[in-house]
């Protein structure tokens, strides 16, 4: 399978983190998103029924964020995973990359990040 649907840089603000100062702020996140599925029907129809709606995606992706209240990056990037393959059952994989734009870490750091695959059994 050649075909992937990329959504890059999709930014959101969410609670998530172990420190007690992540669990009181929202802190800027980053995600970078690859759904491995078919769409060759629907680049030849035109239509998009025929493929996975990245608008869908996105929303979903954000709510899984704002909502979760996670502590950690890895589980955030796994629920956000298995969601996604929950909305399209043509979807044969998906990466999650998440990452803290900001992170509250003394060092000088552009992001702290984590980056899972799914793959549907």
Known sequence: MND??????L???AV???LSEERNRAQPLVFDLDLVRPFEEAAINDDIAE???YADVLNLTTRVATDGQFLL????????AYEILGLDPEIESVTVAVRKARPPVVEDVASVGVRCTVHRP
């Open 4 to 9: 992937v649907i990329e959504l890059r840089d």
């Open 11 to 13: 930014r959101c603000s």
């Open 16 to 18: 998530i983190g172990v």
């Open 51 to 53: 493929t996975t709606n």
């Open 73 to 80: 990056l890895e589980t955030l990037a796994y629920r956000v």
